[in-house]
T-cell receptor, first 110, second 114 residues
Framework: DAKTTQPNSMESNEEEPVHLPCNHSTISGTDYIHWYRQLPSQGPEYVIH???SNVNNRMASLAIAEDRKSSTLILHRATLRDAAVYYCITRETSGSRLTFGEGTQLTVNP | EADIYQTPRYLVIGTGKKITLECSQTMGHDKMYWYQQDPGMELHLIHY???????EKGDLSSESTVSRIRTEHFPLTLESARPSHTSQYLCASRETGISYNEQFFGPGTRLTVL
């Protein structure tokens, strides 16, 4: 699994967009980019994943750089409930193990 | 909502006691995992299983043991709890397959060993 680098913390205001960056310069061609988040006192939950193309789902969007060495998780309108630690992980789809880094602690201000 | 359950949610126990943390999932997933997470720190994989009668040690060395006798059940046991075992333990499961399958996590068990 390629190593990922994320900022330790970020802040946002409620109802504003949030862009959470992730660097994965050693990513291989078969590694997917996964995002999970962990709300306070809960287990992590899946947010989104992608390989090469940008992806959208009901929770967020994932923008992947053309060289795939970085990606950005986009929350279009942050809510207080989005305050969590966000983890960016790269792994082959068929790989069995998710390796979590320190993630980014997102604070959402009312 | 993920159908993966952990009991107890909180456990305070004295040194030397044997404890078993329960994890069950009703999704029929073959792959199951145990992670350990200290407060404010990253998750570390301590055990995983690819199916019944399959168990493997994870990336972080742990004195705990696991078993997988039934698909839906993946308990973790500490034979003799110590204060250094104080942590949060998270169970997860995932479906097998070459297409993408997200990993579902339980709510965790917060263990305190006095």
């Amino acid at each position: 699994d390629a190593k990922t680098t994320q900022p330790n913390s970020m802040e946002s205001n409620e109802e504003e967009p949030v862009h959470l960056p992730c660097n994965h310069s050693t990513i291989s061609g078969t590694d997917y980019i996964h995002w999970y988040r962990q709300l306070p006192s809960q287990g992590p939950e899946y947010v989104i994943h992608g390989l090469t193309s940008n992806v959208n789902n009901r929770m967020a969007s994932l923008a992947i750089a053309e060289d795939r060495k970085s990606s950005t998780l986009i929350l279009h309108r942050a809510t207080l409930r989005d305050a969590a630690v966000y983890y960016c992980i790269t792994r082959e789809t068929s790989g069995s193990r998710l390796t979590f880094g320190e993630g980014t602690q997102l604070t959402v201000n009312p | 909502e993920a159908d993966i359950y952990q009991t107890p949610r909180y456990l305070v126990i004295g040194t030397g006691k044997k404890i078993t943390l329960e994890c069950s999932q009703t999704m029929g997933h073959d792959k199951m995992y145990w992670y350990q997470q200290d407060p404010g720190m990253e998750l570390h994989l301590i055990h995983y299983s690819y199916g019944v009668n399959s168990t493997e040690k994870g990336d972080l060395s742990s004195e705990s043991t696991v078993s997988r006798i039934r698909t839906e059940h993946f308990p973790l046991t500490l034979e003799s709890a110590r204060p250094s075992h104080t942590s949060q333990y998270l169970c997860a499961s995932r479906e097998t397959g070459i297409s993408y399958n997200e990993q579902f996590f339980g709510p965790g068990t917060r263990l305190t060993v006095l």
